[in-house]
């Protein structure tokens, strides 16, 4: 987030052709729904383009005139408190949307987005989707999901920032990153930086230092961006990831 | 949300009559926009009826077969994590719905509902609700523009917890509850106990102690439910509320 453009422009934007787009379509689990007909029509009013590192795509309060999908790389989605500060809301990469609920009411941008790594991503056009979707009933069904989910996402934030220790919520987060199904241990990087990373958990940078010192002791191990995990059936039981929560809920 | 009734049946429904249901509907803020032809449908479709303390409304997980629209009263949204413990993710009062992410994605409930306060609610079959959505567009645009609104409280909530102290949240919370808009001071009474004030403001109830005995130097003073601010305006600019947010990000 240190060197960001201040500018609202993309960097690199290209037009590509109508197979491209439907190609970075298909590639969107949450449009899998979609009929042949419904996706080339969205491929109408669509196009990818590709956004380098500090890139501002937009701005909370200004009109959501567009939706993203990224569909590489890894976006920051903020929103702004009166002393200046924003607060890191998520960090997004490939699949996910940004300003669904906004496009789709028409109410203005809830939050600002940067790009954090070299992204490429689709953007549909806000009042043509509104258009498509008031003809297309299977649209709307995928956009109704689609938001519903991000809801959801939001809500499982607010239990974490609610129930969980800021230790807890980095161990959640560690263990999202691990890829290991069968094995105890795992190797792994961090990938972005822990200035970032302290935003998106919410907490100051020292309070993170604190919580990967008091994960040692919990057998995660940490040099720069890389990081092992010793032992992550004991982080798991330490930090009870949403995933074992949605098995005790279900 | 001690002695909660551990029963799904609403307590004393009252079927009542279609102007009840009209007049209750044409109550509720976000359902201003709608003309009166889509709104006689609306009233063909829902019931009021009224939940004493303890009744669970809904519980997550389950499938979302009505909106619930809160008339009076006062109703918690709860998730649920892995060790048993409940985050309350909000207190909802007059207006507010329940479930309208879920119900129009036909997707399971993501929240438990509990009714903290007698209240009076507005229930709308879901199915019913997604079929006359796909014949009214003037429906949709509603539906909408409140699932956005939802979706704003979940971002502010999420940026509160990422970007505020325990007593900072307290200090907006307080801030909330008064209704002086001229005087420094004012005296107002907390609407439900402070364990569930702890829940909200996602803390435990020693730090809920700590916090107001932080903002005794601000002139927060209380005795049990009854709070008086002595300085509103010191208050605020310790706390930066979200109105002030709004007018600087504006």
């Given amino acids: 987030m240190a060197s960001a453009a201040q500018s609202n422009t993309v960097v690199g934007a290209d037009y590509g052709d109508a197979q491209q787009v439907l190609d970075a379509l298909r590639m969107t689990p949450w449009l899998k ?144 990153l691990s890829p290991e199904k069968t094995s105890n241990t795992t190797a792994l990087r961090l990938p972005f930086d822990k200035r970032l990373l302290a935003a998106r958990l919410g907490c100051r940078q020292e309070n993170l230092s604190r919580a990967f010192a008091a994960l040692r002791n919990l057998g995660v191990e940490t040099h720069g961006a890389r990081v092992i995990l010793h032992d992550i059936a004991r982080l798991r039981d330490y930090a009870l990831p949403d995933e074992a929560m949605d098995k005790v809920t279900a």
Avoid: H, W
């Fill in 33 to 176: 729904g979609l009929d042949e007909k419904t996706l080339r029509a969205l491929t109408g009013i669509s196009r990818v383009f590709r956004a380098a590192e500090g890139t501002l795509l937009c701005e909370e309060g200004e009109p959501a005139d567009e939706l993203f999908i990224v569909l590489d790389g890894q976006v920051a989605v903020l929103a702004q408190a009166a002393n200046g500060t924003s607060a890191v809301v998520e960090v997004l990469d490939a699949g996910a949307s940004i300003g669904l609920s906004s496009v789709l009411a028409g109410l203005p941008r809830l939050m600002t987005a940067r790009v954090v790594r070299s992204s490429r991503l689709i953007s549909v056009d806000g009042q043509s989707l509104q258009a498509l979707a008031a003809r297309e009933p299977s649209l709307v069904t995928v956009l109704l999901r689609a938001e519903a989910e991000d809801f959801k996402s939001l809500v499982q934030q607010v239990c974490d920032l609610k129930l969980r220790t800021t230790a807890q919520r980095l161990a959640v987060y560690l263990l999202s």
